[in-house]
Each structure stands twice: as C-alpha cells, then as structure tokens.
C-alpha cells in the first residue's frame, strides 16, 4: 500500500472516546488491523493514532434488508465505497503541533537548533524533509476537524515517536517492530528502570523471552544493576524453549560474561545444568523474620494466632526466635507461655509447621558468611546477580528466600540513599537496581502486600533507587494500588475479563486499548504502554536467536575455538590423503 496515499477522512468523533473514520473506496477493509499505527494530518497537527476497532458502515437500512445476491458482482462493486463501506476507530495518543501554530507546517515554521533540543531535554525528534528540525511531541488535547486525512505511518513517523536505538544523547533498547513495517520500536531504558514496571501474558505466550530481552537491555546499555530471582532456572545459563523441536537459547551469564554472577540455592542442580562458577548461597534461620513467616503462611498453612505468638518469640528471643522454638520441649513450651502469656497450642502449631523449612536445602542454623553482604559488594561493583533455585522452586521456597534477601538488599539501599542525601557526593549515589520476581501475584495481592517488601518497593517508585521487573500471568491477582505503580506494562496475550481489566488500572483512556490487548497473536506479539514509552504500541516482539547475540555483540568464544579445532583436523586429514 502506497504510505503516501490517505486511507480515509475522519468523519466524527470526540476526544474522549476517539476518532471514527470512513475509509476510501480503494482502501480495502481488510487490510486494517487492530493495533496498527496511523497518522491523521490535520490543519495545524498531526495526531498520531492506535487503530482500536474495524467495522462495516452503510449509507440505508434497506442495503441490510435486502443486499446483493452473492453472484451479483457488479451491484457489489456499484454500493462498494459509496453505500457500503468501511470504518475504522482510532485512538489519539500523541500530536505534533509547529510551536508556531499560524504559519502551518511550512519548514521555516518549525525551525529549530539542536542546540535547543538539548537544553530543553524532552521529547524531541527530527523529521526529514524540515531540514531536520526538531518537534516536540505533546498529549493530545484537542482532535482534527472533519475529512482530515488518515496516511499510514511511515518510518519517519516512528523514528519520530519511538526514536531509534544508537541515539547518542539516550539509553535507547529495540523491543520489536510495528506489526507490518521493518522500522524498530524503542524503549528509552533510562524511564524504564526508574520505576517499577511489568511483563505480563498468559502461560506460553513468551513472558520469559520478553523478560530475557529486557534484561539484556538494560545490561547492554549500563542502564542499572539487576537481581534476577529466577525460579526456573532460565534467566542465568541457558534454557529451552517451548515447541516441537528441542532447542535452547543462551542465558545473560553467557551473552554477558564477566558481568553476571550466578548464585545458587540448589548447587547439585546448578552443577549438572553444566553451570561454571555458580556460587552457594545460603540463609540463616537468624534472617528469618516474623514479616517473612507471614508472607508464607498460607503455604506453611499457619493461623493468626501462631503469627502472633511468633511475634512474642521474636520479642523475647530477637533473632535466635526459630531456633529456640525448634528446640524447645513440650514442657519449655508450657512454661514460656505461661511467663509470656502464649498459647501453647498455637506455638506447638508453629513449632511443628516450621519444622518443614529444614527440608528446604539452603536453610541453616547459622550461615559460615555474610551471603547478602556478597551480593550486595557485587551489585556495587556493577554487576549483575542471578540467584538460581534449582529443584528448590516451589512457592515457599521461592517467596521464603525472595522476601528475606530483597528486605536486606532494599534495607542496605535506603542507608546508602540516606548518606547519599546527606552527602550529596556522586560517589556516595546507589546503582540503580532492578529486581525481578516471578509469580508476582503471590508477593503483592492485597491480603500479603501490606506485609512484604515488594509491596513497599512498588509504592516507593525511586525514592531509594530501587524499582521492580514483576512477571506474572494473573495481574488481576495484584492489587490495585500497586498496579497503579507500575510504570511501563508490556503484555502478551491475555484472555480473562479480570486480567485484561487490571493491566489498565491507572491508565487514562485504557478501556481504548481492551479490544487491542484481546486480539493479539499468542506468539511473539505485545502491547507496550507506560512511562518508557511515548505512546501504547503494538510490536512483534525482537527475536531472543543468534542474530540478537549478534547484535547486541556477543561473541561464541566457544563455538569459534570448535570450529578452528574442526577446520584443523580436516585440513590434517586432507594432507594426509585420507
């Protein structure tokens, strides 16, 4: 389809519900997807839109009660584009005005120095044919006239909303592409860490590659430091990907090595996975806090009443409280409640429930080292930690160890803030860190966001430059304030009512962009909205395969020095005549 060639006229609509088009005569319905990227020119903007809905419009009720015979090609071709023709919605999400809004969009009218664009540091772009003269982009707040024509993006229109990826003055990462166009699609990662941000979609629909994609983003472009709890074993070494034929992708400690530490809770299963170099990690019952037994308590299968008596526990014992109870006797049981006040059948209860954490293999009585110290040195010196779980993934083992090391790491970074604050020393300034936690529902769903750390992550945004990377299938299972957080939410497809409804909470003009979400491909297809982004977008998301490994530089040592070893024996066989 010729770009230059309008596809419609707006014919009504209002800013708050969006534009309604008729499409040309020539213009086939067909080809217009939900999703796309339009561009309405009006008189003294241009609007730059989402196409949200298709639909087929006649001029008379009587074409309805009594269209054309199916074989009655001619009659068809008569009412097609005149009396029968189609329609499509849009939604306005950026406009493009000259700052000199009388003279139109003449290039002297729009004349600009760069000089400007970086002293004003917003979002500005450059569009060819304006010699290059910079425009900025604003929201929209206010709509075309009637018969403004509809064009199709061009790449200069993408350039111009979404940037490109070697922009010098900013941290910019390609997610993917516009659904049919070859021109990428840019998050500026520098908005993106800081603040608490989202990958969601049903099972199967590519969360974890999204997930990998922005990770190696963020390492590449030195945007911040990232703690990667990895529950299944696929951020660190390299894992498999679904389908029929078997075949694995490489993790972050391969693309980036020297960069990514591995830490392990599960070392057998590190070390049969073939990974070199992991190291052990290991909690102390004396890191286990009150705060992180009630997190679990619906695994653990506790009452109120036993929380409150670990309360009492800990008030008394400080941090030996669990160990303590492990060892006490029925009769030591009796007698501290009745010198405290406990219930001896609720701690007897605790006791004995808390007696499963022994089976989890990295729990101990007291840990040989600082193990989140280490963590923390390593996350200072720039590089990036990914702690492994292995065989030890089930959901208290996971939330267990994920709340314990994240309240200290988080604790450690609201200390630095404060001197930071004080010092006003770029030296003393924490590295930007991102955590990311699967499962995210089960942290931050309203009956235990009160209660873990993550909750308190999401609602601090970057005050102690601490932000969260959650992944989760079930955002409905979050709650609402936390959602209302998260600043930037790429999402595949999702079928639940509930699900589609909170990845819009907070978001302005989002009941819009539902039917958009609904239609995706279950594969490689996302909807990009939030703080990172100049406008919601729909994307084929970047292929995680050689030719990333490629570009973002990485170089297959291994492969390269196996190959060498195969060329030198063949090359000895063929001297030696075999």
């Known amino acids: 389809m010729n770009q230059d060639q309008p596809l419609g006229s707006v014919i009504q609509g209002s800013l708050s519900d969006g534009l309604e088009v008729k499409l040309h005569p020539d213009v086939l319905v067909e080809d217009m997807r939900v999703g796309k990227f339009l561009v309405v020119r009006g008189v003294r903007s241009h609007f730059f839109c989402l196409l949200t809905d298709v639909c087929l419009g006649t001029t008379s009720d009587r ?59 917003t979002s500005l772009a450059s569009y060819e044919g304006y010699t290059r003269a910079p425009m900025e982009l604003t929201p929209v707040k206010t709509i075309p006239s009637h018969f403004s024509q509809v064009y199709d993006a061009t790449e200069r229109d993408f350039r111009l909303v979404f940037g490109w990826e070697d922009d010098p003055h900013r941290r910019n990462f390609a997610i993917g592409q516009p659904l049919d166009m070859e021109v ?9 860490v800081e603040r608490s941000n989202g990958v969601f979609g049903k099972s199967g629909t590519g969360k974890s590659f999204l997930t990998r994609l922005l990770l190696s983003g963020i390492i590449r472009k030195q945007a911040a430091v990232n703690l990667i709890f990895d529950m299944h074993s696929e951020y660190g070494w390299e894992a498999a990907t679904e389908g029929k034929q078997f075949r694995t992708v490489k993790g972050l400690r391969q693309l980036f090595p020297g960069q990514v530490d591995i830490y392990t809770l599960d070392p057998d299963s590190t070390r049969r996975r ?25 695994e653990l299968n506790l009452s109120e009443a036993s929380i409150e008596n670990a309360i009492i526990l800990r ?48 729990i101990r009585n007291t840990c040989p080292k600082n193990y989140v110290k280490q963590i923390l040195d390593t996350l200072d010196a720039g590089k990036h930690v990914v702690i492994e779980f292995g065989s030890q993934s089930n959901m208290l083992s996971y939330m267990l160890a994920t709340n314990v090391i994240s309240r200290r790491i988080h604790r450690a970074y609201v200390e630095q803030s404060e001197i930071f604050l004080q010092t006003k020393n770029p030296s003393d300034r924490p590295r930007q860190l991102v955590i990311t936690i699967e499962e995210a529902h089960r942290f931050l769903d309203t009956a235990t966001v009160r209660q ?11 005050k102690y430059f601490v932000t969260l990377l959650i992944v989760d299938q079930r955002p409905s299972g979050i709650d609402n304030e936390v959602m209302s957080q998260v600043g930037t939410r790429i999402t595949a497809l999702l079928n639940d009512e509930k699900d589609i409804e909170a990845i819009f909470t907070g978001v302005s003009g989002g009941q819009n962009l539902k039917s958009v979400l609904a239609k995706l491909d279950s594969k490689q297809q996302a909807l990009i909205l939030g703080h990172a982004i100049p406008m919601p977008v729909v994307v084929r998301t970047r292929a995680y395969d050689e030719k990333f490994y490629q570009e973002i530089g990485f170089m297959d040592w291994e492969g390269m020095h196996k190959d060498r070893v195969l060329r030198a ?10």
């Open 274 to 298: 073939g990974v070199r170099d992991a190291q052990e990690l290991y909690i102390g019952y004396d890191q286990i806090d009150v705060e992180d037994i009630g997190l679990v308590a619906r």
């Open 569 to 578: 024996a063949e090359s000895a066989k063929n001297d030696l005549g075999f």
């Open 452 to 462: 873990t750390i993550f909750g308190t992550i999401a609602r601090e945004m970057r």
């Open 184 to 192: 990428p699609v840019c998050i500026d990662l520098d908005r993106f």
């Open 315 to 362: 008030n008394e014992f400080g941090n030996s409280w669990i160990t303590q109870l492990l060892a006490m006797t029925n009769e030591d049981i009796q007698n501290f409640c009745d010198e405290k006040r406990g219930n001896k059948s609720s701690l007897m209860a605790l006791q004995r429930k808390l007696g499963r954490l022994d089976e989890l293999k990295y």
């Open 63 to 121: 074409i309805l009660i009594n269209p054309p015979h199916q074989e009655d090609f001619f009659m068809q071709e008569v009412l097609a584009g005149s009396s029968t023709y189609g329609k499509i919605e849009l939604s306005p999400m950026l406009m493009l005005t000259p700052e000199n809004e009388q003279t139109g969009w003449s290039p002297e009218s729009i004349l600009k120095t760069q000089s400007s664009r970086r002293q004003k540091n």
